[in-house]
């Protein structure tokens, strides 16, 4: 075993890479094939198969031992048993019932490992009771901080990562392969191509990095994309700053729905209808109180300015004048 003293802090020594079945191409299409499983594209199933970047995954989360990690995307369990071995707890998540018990064959030894068969989702906005209740159970139980750690199906990276976050115990942080396309919409800044409101939703809370580009070949199935291994850090300070998160996402998403005309005639339909003068005013009073010139647009302003603005639109609009 080898010491991870980075920073200096308390992180627990780094196990040595799994001694079980390694995760090569070639070892899931003989598996896949003795088994009889085959891939269902509609569930974005791809494996990831280079070890080192399974490795680096793992090592990059700096695990602790009373950290509860969550996994989506359990597949053969193979980022898994990298994960157990260091965390109090790990939950994870497999959609496809064939996957799930090849993973619970594989990790049988592992006791600290919850798996759950099924959805992540139970809808667009709101993570499944399962989930739900198997996180606050270990989370109770460790006091620990709680980790995403997980290889994404591109299908569902977006509506987990957003719906962790608008829960009142959020990731402290996330570590993740996604959609390269994706991550750099995460981490995006104001005034860029791919600033949307997803960058917004997660700068407000977080500090993001790309950590490294994936080309397809990484993969088995290679995607016809490239991917990205993604942190994200929960900023407090940042979060806090939110008056009310289920508001202030529900306004982003809105805004951003017209994201390249002006900001001030978008606010004034939200605020009433465009052509009506007290919803003009209102919007020009938060204008003046947020420093925004009249020709501001969406993608030019940053999540800090986003949520002083949020603040400043919704008690206007709760305002007895407005």
């Known amino acids: 075993m080898t ?43 791809n494996f990831l198969v280079d070890l080192n970047l399974l490795d680096l995954l793992a090592r990059t989360a700096a695990i602790r031992h009373d950290d509860v990690v969550l996994e989506v995307g359990t597949g053969t369990g193979a980022l898994t048993e990298r994960i157990a071995p260091t965390a109090a707890a790990v939950i994870t998540v497999e959609i496809d019932r064939r996957l799930a018990q090849l993973a619970r064959d594989r990790l049988v030894d592992h006791a600290n490992v919850t798996l759950i068969q099924g959805d992540a989702l139970a809808r667009k906005h709101q993570l499944s009771p399962a989930l739900l209740t198997a996180l606050a159970e270990a989370l109770a139980a460790t006091g620990g901080r709680l980790l995403l750690v997980a290889n994404l199906p591109y299908c569902v990276a977006t509506p987990v990562i957003s719906n962790l976050l608008a829960l009142p115990r959020p990731f402290d942080a996330a570590i993740v392969t996604v959609q390269r396309e994706m991550g750099e919409r995460m ?48 900023d407090t300070g940042r979060r806090g700053s939110i008056d009310d998160l289920d508001r202030f996402h529900g306004f982003v998403r809105d805004v951003f729905c017209h994201r390249r005309k002006l900001l001030r005639g978008v606010l004034a339909r939200m605020a009433g209808k465009r052509t009506d003068q007290n919803a003009r005013e209102t919007v020009d009073r938060v204008f003046g109180s947020c420093g ?31």
């Open 3 to 45: 010491a991870d003293a980075r920073d200096g802090d308390d992180r627990v020594p780094r196990e040595e890479p799994p001694s079980g079945p390694r995760q090569t191409a070639a070892f899931l299409k003989r598996l896949f094939a003795d088994v009889g499983f085959s891939l269902d594209p509609r569930r974005g199933q």
């Open 187 to 234: 981490t995006a800044t104001a005034g860029t191509p791919l600033y949307n409101a997803l960058s917004v939703w997660v700068g407000a809370q977080c500090s993001g990095t790309v950590e490294r580009v994936l080309p397809p070949t990484v993969f088995w199935p290679r995607p016809k994309v490239e991917s990205a291994i993604v942190r994200l850090d929960l």
């Open 292 to 322: 925004l010139e009249p020709d501001a647009r969406a993608e030019a302003i940053t999540p800090a300015a986003f949520v002083e603005l949020e603040r400043h639109f919704a008690r206007a609009i709760a305002s007895p004048d407005h």
